[in-house]
T-cell receptor, first 118, second 116 residues
Framework: AQKVTQAQTEISVVEKEDVTLDCVYE???????LFWYKQPPSGELVFLIR??????QNEISGRYSWNFQKSTSSFNFTITASQVVDSAVYFC???????????????FGKGTLLTVNP | DTEVTQTPKHLVMGMTNKKSLKCEQH?????MYWYKQKAKKPPELMFV???????INESVPSRFSPECPNSSLLNLHLHALQPEDSALYLC???????????????FGPGTRLTVT
């Protein structure tokens, strides 16, 4: 069975600090996909990134960066120079590439509430 | 345009009412989803439609009835709900369910449902 653990329930930082959100996953599949979503207080889940299991290259997008390490089953997310608008709940999620083609199921972590204070 | 819209934004209904939630996407996606999210919890999958056919029902009670009139629209019909059904209902869509395809899900803003 697949599982996603986000050990940090809440994180509070001051604006301009860097912050890393941890995500550890478990899966028996060799092919799988990892995602990060942001959920601001308005409620909509905003897709941030998708990573395939066969692509361990780290990615940077502006102030956001992701560190994917298969050896430790981790997919951590770092926000550099945090801003108040980054305040949200962040979910890490996993989907497996199932046989038969159906890979619909996202297994979410419990989420990390990030509060960035001015 | 990566946008999924949902109406209404807020809904209050009594336990004997019948209401519907609506979702629309114009990204040409062929998979659509309904999720339920309680406060401080991750979303829970309810239903998955693929090419307008119901593919997955995650053992959801029959008082929730999904409908996919066409490839852009997804409805969730509600009848005889219980107060514990109060939650944020999220719609999502993805390209499709085929193995190897991009299947990140794009979510709408949700409908906050209160059952009194």
């Amino acid at each position: 069975a697949q599982k996603v653990t986000q050990a940090q329930t809440e994180i509070s930082v001051v604006e301009k600090e860097d912050v890393t959100l941890d995500c550890v996953y478990e899966t028996r599949d060799t092919t799988y996909y990892l995602f990060w979503y942001k959920q601001p207080p308005s409620g909509e889940l905003v897709f941030l990134i998708r990573r395939n299991s066969f692509d361990e290259q780290n990615e940077i997008s502006g102030r956001y960066s992701w560190n994917f390490q298969k050896s430790t089953s981790s997919f951590n997310f770092t926000i550099t120079a945090s801003q108040v608008v980054d305040s949200a709940v962040y979910f890490c999620a996993l989907s497996e590439a199932r046989s038969g083609g159906s890979n619909y199921k996202l297994t979410f972590g419990k989420g990390t509430l990030l509060t960035v204070n001015p | 345009d990566t946008e999924v819209t949902q109406t209404p934004k807020h809904l209050v209904m009594g336990m004997t009412n019948k209401k519907s939630l609506k979702c629309e996407q114009h990204m040409g996606h062929r998979a659509m989803y309904w999720y339920k999210q309680k406060a401080k919890k991750p979303p829970e999958l309810m239903f998955v439609y693929s090419y307008e056919k119901l593919s997955i029902n995650e053992s959801v009670p029959s008082r929730f009835s999904p409908e996919c009139p066409n490839s852009s629209l997804l409805n969730l019909h509600l009848h005889a709900l219980q107060p514990e059904d109060s939650a944020l209902y999220l719609c999502a869509s993805s390209q499709d369910l085929l193995r190897g395809r991009n299947h990140e899900q794009y979510f709408g803003p949700g409908t906050r449902l209160t059952v009194t």
